[in-house]
């Protein structure tokens, strides 16, 4: 590394100056950021180049720190939080040199493909840091001792009563995952549900956890493309997606809505669940190229700016994102009690790389870079629903 490199590098570092914390340098030169007592240490073991920190700060930190060329004495949930607070003006991110990275939606195969990078990884693994609903998306924590399960289960009666499910009806769960919010749906409403999937590994445990449960006349599970309900002749009553609109691309934003319309009937309910950015943003190089190939976080102001165009009228929305942020931690403890045997299943650098996944995503959710947000719309004017909709935060 040349002597510009250097430089750059610790003109980056000086920036980051929210908390007090030491460096230390692949040549044995140690330096202090901020003022006080440090709080951990930063140990660059190689050099950084400032052409890779310039292109995306994110992809050099990460891809560093997979690698261990970056180690960190502390708290790595500490030393994120730390990075992300008041501290996003110092990322750079080139879009035009990671074209690749960042490119559009793309076409049904490679959805499916991109979606099964991630889901895909083997349910033995999801299994061992997800608590035992299989839920993989922002819990809802009524007391501060919950655990994740009861969180989860929060979380998916929070839904639930949103929809005003009766016994008999229709409810599609787009991006259906594991199954669970399905599975209680049939359990205390008596409805007919179907989820779809792009997921092989979800639509098989989902299967397996109808027969389970003693659910065949209830459920069904189907691998299938959003794109193609509009042709698949199904209508429902109720209908809710969690965590799947972030893997459909902005280009294809109104395909989604149109499609939803599409098997929705007639005063139907739509819940939406999803991480939501505060303004439209391409996204992360590095959780574009290792965790969610594709993925992309859309704006509240533009979900909510195509609703008239279905004649959706929109009930109650709701901010969950310091839930989210505590649902990530304790996945992070969940997953860091299991780190031997994940590496046993992968290698080191991909329990390095879900640590730094967990870890920041966290972060980025207590520092509010990113949000999740619940919308619950009617399909026309549903005058039938509680006027006061208590229910909807009450037991």
């Known amino acids: 590394m040349n002597s510009i490199d250097k430089i750059f590098l610790k003109e980056f570092l000086s920036k980051l100056d929210s908390s007090t914390f030491e460096v230390k340098l692949w040549d044995g030169e140690q330096f202090l950021i901020g003022q006080g007592d440090p709080k951990f240490k930063v140990y660059f073991n190689k050099p950084i180049s400032k052409k890779d920190l310039l292109n995306s700060t994110s992809l050099a930190l990460g891809e560093a720190y997979m690698k261990k060329d970056i180690d960190i004495d502390g708290d790595l949930l500490l030393v994120l939080d730390s990075l992300f607070s008041c501290q996003k003006e110092h990322f750079h991110t080139n879009f035009a040199k990671l ?16 979606v099964c990078s991630h889901y895909d990884i083997g349910n033995d693994f999801y299994g061992l840091w997800l608590d035992d609903t299989l839920s993989y998306s922002c819990a809802y924590f009524k007391n501060d001792n919950d655990t994740l399960y009861q969180a989860q289960m929060n979380k998916i009666h929070h839904i639930l009563k949103k929809l005003d499910l009766s016994e008999g009806e229709t409810l599609l769960d787009i991006g259906c995952g594991w199954g669970y919010l399905l599975i209680e749906a049939a359990k205390k409403y008596k409805i007919k549900g179907t989820g779809i999937t792009l997921s092989e590994e979800q639509y098989k ?13 209830y459920l069904q ?9 509009e042709t698949s002749g199904m209508m429902f009553d109720k209908i809710v997606s969690v965590g799947m609109l972030e893997h459909v691309g902005r280009e294809h934003y109104d395909l989604y809505f149109k499609n939803v319309n599409s098997v929705l009937k007639p005063k139907g309910l739509f819940l939406l669940h999803y991480i939501s950015g505060l303004v439209e943003s391409p996204g992360d190089a590095w959780i574009r190229k290792y965790i969610f190939p594709g993925g992309v976080i859309p704006s509240l102001r533009e979900i909510i700016n195509l609703l008239p165009k279905y004649n959706f009228y929109t009930l109650d929305i709701e901010s969950l994102r310091r839930h989210y942020t505590k649902t990530l931690i304790e996945w992070y403890k969940n997953f860091d009690k299991q780190r031997d045997v994940v590496e046993d299943m992968f290698d080191e650098e991909f329990v390095r790389m879900w640590d730094l996944y967990l870890s920041s995503c966290a972060s980025c959710f207590n520092n509010g870079v990113i949000d999740l947000h619940q919308i619950l719309m009617s399909k026309g004017v549903n005058n039938e629903i509680s006027l006061t909709r208590e229910y909807i935060y009450k037991d």
């Open 221 to 229: 599970v189907k691998l299938m493309d959003y794109r193609n309900l």
């Open 205 to 217: 445990r989902f299967n397996e956890r109808i027969i389970e449960e003693g659910l065949q006349d």
């Open 99 to 114: 074209s690749k990275l960042f490119h559009k939606a793309g076409n049904e195969k490679n959805q499916k493909l991109e």
